[in-house]
Nanobody, 115 residues
Framework: QVQLVESGGGLVQAGGSLRLSCAAS????????MGWYRQAPGKQRELVAA???????NYADSIKGRFTISRDNAKNTVYLQMNNLKPEDTAVYYC?????????WGQGTQVTVSS
């Protein structure tokens, strides 16, 4: 298993930016995929973005062109740069590490976008 700690959430006005960080308790270089998910009140948790150990990325259609996921294996950290934020991006954002027998989640960080 791996422990994940998210940070960087907060309150921002529409059109603003935030960068979320996910710090892992051990090396992430061999973890198949690191991802960011979000869950808004009354809605299911959904994938926002993911990056594989090879560097391939996958984004939800709703955030394409606005969010960028990246990983720094040397720092055991995954980032989510969020630009041009919209009120509908308001949610708790969770970091996830997924492998063959691994599926770890962080505690989440709140992102609130005001209109």
């Amino acid at each position: 298993q791996v422990q994940l700690v998210e940070s960087g959430g907060g309150l921002v006005q529409a059109g603003g930016s935030l960068r979320l960080s996910c710090a892992a308790s051990r090396s992430i270089s061999s973890i198949n995929a690191m991802g960011w998910y979000r869950q808004a009140p009354g809605k299911q948790r959904e994938l926002v973005a993911a990056v594989t150990f090879a560097g391939s990325t996958n984004y939800a259609d709703s955030i394409k062109g606005r969010f960028t996921i990246s990983r720094d294996n040397a720092k055991n950290t995954v980032y989510l740069q969020m630009n041009n934020l919209k009120p509908e991006d308001t949610a708790v954002y969770y970091c996830n590490a997924k492998g063959v027998i691994l599926n770890s989640w962080g505690q989440g960080t709140q992102v609130t976008v005001s209109s």
